[in-house]
């Protein structure tokens, strides 16, 4: 493990961890105006209960307390590499489904995708900061999804939007986390940890 | 005595009958003979039998039959069969295929007709059955007429069901009578053929959800959704926002009826059915056949392409990958041109290319959608139909005090036509004045005129304009504009 956080680096993350909250904000606002316009445009029920999103990892965990600042990083980049695709093949859906006749939806589809781009590549430099090897992506992305009934195709974007929504609220407290100042050796887990 | 009694015959091919007789109570069926014969002139034929049931040809009016049974004791019979006391009832008909096509709903049935069987040509009727919930609800009964003709005829018949096939199963089976009018007997139904079931969804272990899956319906539409679920489980069905009264189709199998169906969104009306477990559902895209494309208007600007544009008319409110297409097909040259039209635009605009050496355009502009389909047509000669593109490069190549020479520069090839150019002078203390101009065309070409009879050291604004001389279309578009002043008078 790095030791004790030197004063570059250390005002290098704070720097990274408030400029990704701040992401992380303004990605939540966009995304919950966009799943409101998309329950609507989808006419879909904003109550509807939808299972949970297959290769999406929920936002919810337990003993939040206890995770390490690299379980946090590890954990919000493998979400939101997971993020990116689900949003890509949702943004290919809506232009086969609604094309033109949508264009607003598919823009603002469009730009959460883009912040979750820029907030995955955020993480990676976290990583980086940390010495961390960046976790390769999977070859050729993750796995292609099944061919969902156009239903199921709404069904699972509502759940992706609602999941993502989540997600950023978890990584703003993730990133507070990150960004206190990192303990004594053998005190409570900030970035670093011991192994 | 084991009297032969209740001989009945019955024919299946007019070719030949089964004759069937029983022996009185008290005696027991042993070996019997059975003679028969015509007339006295014909010798009898005889059979041994213990089956009580003898195939023999059917008589042209009658026969006589002798039956001498040896069960407990010896019993001889006689018996005179005319033609009209033998029936006569088709063998009950094989279907050949029964083929779901889910995304019409439709059943496509086919039979053979067994013509082969019969003697001489004859009129048949086909009583079709359809049955759901266990082949025990007939749903609908129809009666196919056919002709007989000593071939087999393998004959078809479709049926589009208005429940999706997915939602329960159904079972069709057929019955034919064959009204054989030259065979005096009585003549009755065949029996009905075994049943021919498309199972449903609900047979299905495990299955669940809403059928049909992502249609597209026109407008005032009639639709059946079902929701397919395990056994005794509660679920209620809605259609966009409503709820419905659902039908019960089967112990697995629910269904709601819209009826008119109205135009849905752009993403669709959503059939949610809510399961105790979860929401299952479908979209269905409810929209409108393409209106016929209204004032249809061909015109090149450059005779390289030919513009096409026109009204769409009523909105389909499909979009995407049901979105309206457009295509453009040229009779003459039996070219086929699609077009890219973006649903959301008012205009509509299709290019086709000039074809070398052909001036005149048979076009058919075919639009259609998963709906429906619609054309328009136009005979068009473009040489009369020019509208040139902006003259450019509108520059002054010679001036002196009284005139002014002009020259400009047309993209596009006119080497068809004789052009037209409109210059319009402004200045010289006067009114605005139009001086007309006409050229033989030229390819992708530069063009001059002179303007005389213009006031010594004035300043005056020009600009131009084009059109086809011989058969005006429309003006281009005024070019840019250029100002000049005429030199001072020698």
Known sequence: MAAADSPSAALRRRDLCSRGIRLAGKMRADVVDLLDAYVEQQGLDASASVAAVEGVPLAAVERWDEQ?????????LAAYRAFRALLAQMLEEQREQLGEADAGLGRALAAVLLQVSAFTYHLEELLRLESRGIPGEEEDGPPAPPRLSLFEQKLRGLGVLRELAQWAVRSVRDLRQLAKPSPAPGAAPGLAESP | LGDPQNLKCVTHNLHKMLCTWNVSSRGRRGQAEFCYTANDLTPQVCFKTKEGRVEIPVPESSITVTIKSSGTAFATKAFVIHQKDISFVPVAPHILSLTPEFPTSTLHLKWS????????????????????KNAMEVVTQVTYYSKLTQEDVILSWNWTSDVPLECTSHYVKIRCYINATQFVGPKDWSDWSPAEVIPGKDTEPGESGVFPLDRVVAVGSDLTFCCIHEEDQRINMTYGSKSYAMMQLSSRSHAIRVLNASVSSSSGTNVVCRLEDGLEGSVVFVGYAPDVPQNLSCETSNFLTV????????????????????????????????????????????????????????????????????????????????????????????????????????????????????????????????????????????????????????????????????????????SRGVEQTTSEAP
Not at chain 1, 68 to 76: F, I, S
Not at chain 2, 119 to 130: F, T
Not at chain 2, 390 to 410: A, D, F, K, Y
Request: net charge positive.
């Open chain 1, 68 to 76: 390490t600042g690299t379980q946090r990083l590890l954990e919000n």
């Open chain 2, 113 to 132: 007709d067994s013509g082969s069987v019969f003697p001489y040509g004859l009129d048949a009727l086909w009583q079709i059955q359809i049955l759901r």
């Open chain 2, 307 to 478: 513009k096409c544009t026109w009204k769409p008319g009523r909105p389909s409110g499909l979009y995407a990958d049901r979105k309206t297409k457009y295509s453009l097909f040229e009779r003459t040259s039996g070219k086929n041109v699609s077009c890219e039209v973006n649903e959301m635009s008012k205009d509509r605009v299709c290019d086709f290319p000039v074809l070398p050496d052909q001036k005149t355009y048979d076009f058919v502009l075919g639009v259609s959608n998963p709906i429906g389909q619609a054309q328009s047509s136009l005979l068009v000669d473009i040489t009369q139909r020019v509208r040139p593109k902006t003259p450019e490069m509108l520059t002054v190549i010679g001036n002196n005090s009284t005139s002014i020479q002009l020259r400009w520069h047309i993209n596009g090839s006119f080497t068809w036509i004789r052009l037209l150019c409109q210059i319009e002078i402004s200045g010289g203390h006067s009114e605005r004045k139009l001086h007309n101009v006409s050229m033989p065309g030229g390819k992708s070409s530069t063009y001059t005129a002179q303007l005389n009879a213009l006031h010594p050291y004035t300043k005056y604004q020009f600009r131009v304009r084009c059109s086809a001389a011989d058969h005006f279309w429309r003006w281009s578009d005024w």
